[in-house]
């Protein structure tokens, strides 16, 4: 899995505008902070939650990792986030055709910064 810079960073300013996040297996996270000192499989700084036994062996604490990780979420988990957030598929899906998210080469940040656009 590859994260672009600006979807790092859209990611970053979710986190800073307050995003709820439980960290959980099946997540992919960027180390804000540097905690985990190991190298990527996938690119620096982004890991995958599969035991989170182990990030909590670094860490110590849930909160912590909320503090020093950045939620990376894939499209299933954003769209679960949004419907929680009482956004519809329709609401989102007219979100993304109406600001031409999905034509090819709209860059992956282009998509999920529509996504996020007008959710709470």
């Known amino acids: ?6 979807e790092i960073e859209l990611a970053r ?3 800073r505008l307050g995003l709820a996040w439980t960290p959980s297996v099946g997540h992919y996270v960027w180390d804000e ?3 985990i000192n190991c190298v990527s ?3 620096d700084h982004v890991y995958f939650i ?4 182990h990030f909590l062996r670094r860490s110590g604490t849930i909160e ?3 503090q020093d990780l950045c939620w990376l979420p894939t499209w299933e988990q954003a769209r679960e986030w949004l419907r929680q957030a009482g956004q519809s598929d329709a609401e ?3 979100r993304l055709f109406g600001n031409r ?5 709209a860059s992956g940040s282009r998509f999920m910064n529509c996504c996020w656009k007008g959710s709470p």
């Open 1 to 6: 899995m590859k994260f672009t810079p600006a």
């Open 33 to 35: 902070a540097g905690l």
């Open 64 to 66: 912590r990792l909320q």
């Open 50 to 53: 599969l035991d989170l036994k």
């Open 92 to 94: 989102v899906s007219q």
């Open 41 to 43: 499989p996938f690119h």
């Open 13 to 15: 300013r979710m986190k």
């Open 101 to 105: 998210a999905l034509e090819a080469g």
